[in-house]
C-alpha cells in the first residue's frame, strides 16, 4: 500500500558542500504525510520535517530545505554547506491511512 | 518530556530462549509503536497500540512475537523461543493523539537482541 525509495544507500561528501537526498514515495492515499528522520551514530532516530501532501511549498529550515513534488511523487532533502555534525543516516517516511512506512535510509558522511 | 524509554540497551540470548523488551512512551501519548531495524535497513512495522488496544499487526510478526500494553501506558514486546533471523534492534514509538499515524514519531534508543 505504501512504500518509500531512498536509491542513495551513502553520499560521502566534504565539509562545506551541499548534498540532496533523494526520496520517491508511492500511495494510495489521496492525503498524506511525508516525514525525515535523522539518526545519528548514537541511534535515536529524530524527526526533522513532516509535510502535508497538500502543501508542495518549499520549506527552508537554516541549512536545511526540502523540495516536495507531487508530480514526480518525490521529497527531496537538501543539506547546503553540509558540517561534520551532519553526519547521519537520514530516512525517508511516508505516512496517511497507514502505518508510517520508512525508506532504507541513506547514510551521509560528512568529512572534515 | 522524558523522551521514550526502552530497556534493555542490549539483550545477548541464546537461540531458542525467549526474550521481553520494555518500552516506556511519553507520558501523554496514547499511540505505541513497535518496529524493527536490521543492518542497512529503514525500521520496518511490526505491531501498534492506541491506548491499550493493539490495532495492528504487520505480517512480519510471526507467531513467536507477542506485545502488550496492559494499561495504556508501558508496552512489552516478547520473543519467545528465539531465532538467530531475530537479532536487530527493537524501536519503540509514541506518538500523541489527535493526528493519527499523520503525527511525528518519537523514537527510543531501541534495544539491540543479538541471538547468538
Known amino acids: 500500500a505504501q512504500k518509500v525509495t531512498q536509491a542513495q544507500t551513502e553520499i560521502s561528501v566534504v565539509e562545506k558542500e551541499d548534498v540532496t537526498l533523494d526520496c520517491v514515495y508511492e500511495?494510495?492515499?489521496?492525503?498524506?504525510?511525508l516525514f525525515w528522520y535523522k539518526q545519528p551514530p548514537s541511534g535515536e532516530l529524530v524527526f526533522l520535517i513532516r509535510?502535508?501532501?497538500?502543501?508542495?511549498q518549499n520549506e527552508i529550515s537554516g541549512r536545511y530545505s526540502w523540495n516536495f513534488q507531487k508530480s514526480t511523487s518525490s521529497f527531496n532533502f537538501t543539506i547546503t554547506a553540509s558540517q561534520v555534525v551532519d553526519s547521519a543516516v537520514y530516512f525517508c517516511?511516508?505516512?496517511?491511512?497507514?502505518?508510517?512506512?520508512f525508506g532504507r535510509g541513506t547514510s551521509l558522511i560528512v568529512h572534515p | 518530556d522524558t523522551g521514550v524509554s526502552q530497556n534493555p540497551r542490549h539483550k545477548i540470548t541464546k537461540r531458542g530462549q525467549n526474550v521481553t523488551f520494555r518500552c516506556d512512551p511519553i507520558?501523554?501519548?496514547?499511540?505505541l509503536y513497535w518496529y524493527r531495524q536490521t543492518l542497512g535497513q529503514g525500521p520496518e512495522f511490526l505491531t501498534y497500540f492506541q491506548n491499550e488496544a493493539q490495532l495492528e499487526k504487520s505480517r512480519l510478526l510471526s507467531d513467536r512475537f507477542s506485545a502488550e500494553r496492559p494499561k495504556g501506558s508501558f508496552s512489552t514486546l516478547e520473543i519467545q523461543r528465539t531465532e538467530q533471523g531475530d537479532s536487530a534492534m527493537y524501536l519503540c514509538a509514541s506518538s500523541p493523539p489527535g493526528e493519527g499515524a499523520n503525527s511525528p514519531l518519537h523514537f527510543g534508543n531501541g534495544t539491540r537482541l543479538t541471538v547468538t
Open positions: 500511495t494510495r492515499d489521496t492525503t498524506y504525510y
Open positions: 509535510r502535508n501532501s497538500f502543501d508542495e
Open positions: 507520558s501523554e501519548h496514547n499511540r
Open positions: 517516511a511516508v505516512g496517511g491511512s497507514y502505518i508510517p512506512t
